[in-house]
C-alpha cells in the first residue's frame, strides 16, 4: 500500500453506535490530521497530530475522539452522532511542520451517513 | 477575515482551451506556502502545486502554473490545454510559517471541461 488508507469506505451509522474510522500513511509523515467536509462548505480542520501529540483541537465536540498510537495510525472514534455529523471525512498526512513548504497528502476519504 | 478566499464556485471551459481559477489570500506572516489541490467526485483530494513566498519565479507542474501576484496576495491556478478528466473541484489552501500547523483551505471552484 502506499500513500494515506482509510477504511472504510462508506459507514452507516445510528446515533447510538459505536464506530471508528482508521487511517495509515506509508510515507513516512510525522504529522496527521482529520478533516470533516460538508457539502458546500469550506474543510474543517478537525484534529492535527504531531509526532503522536495532540497539537490542534478545532473546538471539536466530544462525540469525536482522536487516537494516534503512532506516527503512521489515527483514529476517529464515533459515538452518538448526529444527523449533521453525515460528511466526507478525511485524513491527511505531512512532513515537518516548518517551514511551510510540505503539503498534505489525502487519503480517500470516509462517506459517513448517520440515521 | 477570510484566510482564503475563491469567488468562483463554478466555472466552464472548452476542452483544449486554457483556463484561471482565482484564489486571494490573507496573511501577516512573511513565510508561507500556497497550494492547490484537485478534488474529483471520488471525493480524493490530490496535490497539484505548491508557491512559497519567498519564491521568485511562479511555480509550474506540467499543464498546470500559478500565477502568483504577491502584493496582490492572489496565486490563481492555471490549466493549460484543459482534459475531460480536469473536471473536478478545486480548492486553494494556504500553510503560515508561524503556525504551521493549520492549512486553511477556500470553499473551491467546481470546474467543469465542455467536449
Known amino acids: 500500500e502506499t500513500g494515506v488508507t482509510q477504511t472504510p469506505r462508506h459507514l452507516v451509522m445510528g446515533m447510538t453506535n459505536k464506530k471508528s474510522l482508521k487511517c495509515e500513511q506509508h510515507?513516512?509523515?510525522?504529522?496527521m490530521y482529520w478533516y470533516k467536509q460538508s457539502a458546500k462548505k469550506p474543510l474543517e480542520l478537525m484534529f492535527v497530530y504531531n509526532f503522536k501529540e495532540q497539537t490542534e483541537n478545532n473546538s471539536v465536540p466530544s462525540r469525536f475522539s482522536p487516537e494516534c498510537p503512532n506516527s503512521s495510525h489515527l483514529f476517529l472514534h464515533l459515538h452518538t452522532l448526529q444527523p449533521e455529523d453525515s460528511a466526507l471525512y478525511l485524513c491527511?498526512?505531512?512532513?515537518?511542520?516548518?517551514?511551510?513548504?510540505?503539503?498534505?497528502?489525502f487519503g480517500p476519504g470516509t462517506r459517513l451517513t448517520v440515521t | 477575515a477570510q484566510k482564503i478566499t475563491q469567488t468562483q464556485p463554478g466555472m466552464f471551459v472548452q476542452e483544449k482551451e486554457a483556463v484561471t481559477l482565482d484564489c486571494t489570500y490573507d496573511t501577516s506572516d512573511p513565510s508561507y506556502g500556497l497550494f492547490w489541490y484537485k478534488q474529483p467526485s471520488s471525493g480524493e483530494m490530490i496535490f497539484l502545486i505548491y508557491q512559497g513566498s519567498y519564491d521568485q519565479q511562479n511555480a509550474t507542474e506540467g499543464r498546470y502554473s500559478l500565477n502568483f501576484q504577491k502584493a496582490r496576495k492572489s496565486a490563481n491556478l492555471v490549466i493549460s490545454a484543459s482534459q475531460l478528466g480536469d473536471s473536478a473541484m478545486y480548492f486553494c489552501?494556504?500553510?503560515?510559517?508561524?503556525?504551521?500547523?493549520?492549512?486553511?483551505f477556500g470553499t473551491g471552484t467546481s470546474l467543469t471541461v465542455i467536449p
Open positions: 491527511a498526512s505531512s512532513q515537518d511542520f516548518r517551514p511551510p513548504i510540505y503539503e498534505q497528502y
Open positions: 510515507l513516512g509523515h510525522n504529522a
Open positions: 489552501a494556504m500553510r503560515e510559517g508561524d503556525s504551521g500547523n493549520q492549512f486553511y
